[in-house]
């Protein structure tokens, strides 16, 4: 069973960076899909960024597209996101999640919370105006 650990969140000032990482010490991601999700107290739970680790497909959401870089590194064991030009609208609870698929779907992954059984505990990102 993945067990997802997620690191990297800090405080920053307003177009700043920080980059998040996903791992499970346990599981190589061959063949799956894993993102990264936010979510503030009082809102709902928001897909940003989805990777099909099988041919590294990203999706990134409209919102934090051109400053947000979804990547997998060479052994597959972790998954990236890359914040850059951070603003306040981006603090949050980052969580990444991950689902097997059982074929080798070459299609980009859903940002659909509902679809991910598998969730780390969040890191947080606080950015500062």
């Known amino acids: 069973q993945v067990q997802l650990m997620e690191s990297g969140g800090g405080s920053v000032q307003a177009g700043g960076s920080l980059r998040l990482s996903c791992t499970d010490s346990?599981?190589?991601?061959?063949?799956?899909?894993v993102g990264w999700f936010r979510q503030v107290p009082g809102k709902e739970r928001e897909g940003v960024a989805t990777?099909?680790?099988?041919?590294?497909?990203?999706y990134i959401i409209d919102s934090v597209r051109g400053r947000f870089t979804i990547s997998q590194d060479d052994n597959k064991n972790t998954v990236y996101l890359q914040m850059n030009n951070l603003k306040p609208e981006d603090t949050a609870m980052y969580y990444c999640?991950?689902?097997?698929?059982?074929?080798?779907?070459?299609?980009?992954?859903?940002?659909?919370?509902?679809?991910?059984?598998?969730w780390g505990q969040g890191t947080q990102v606080t950015v500062s105006s």
């Open positions: 999640a991950a689902y097997a698929r059982a074929d080798r779907d070459l299609r980009s992954c859903t940002v659909a919370s509902s679809r991910y059984g598998a």
């Open positions: 990777i099909n680790t099988y041919n590294s497909a990203p």
């Open positions: 346990r599981t190589v991601f061959n063949r799956h899909c």
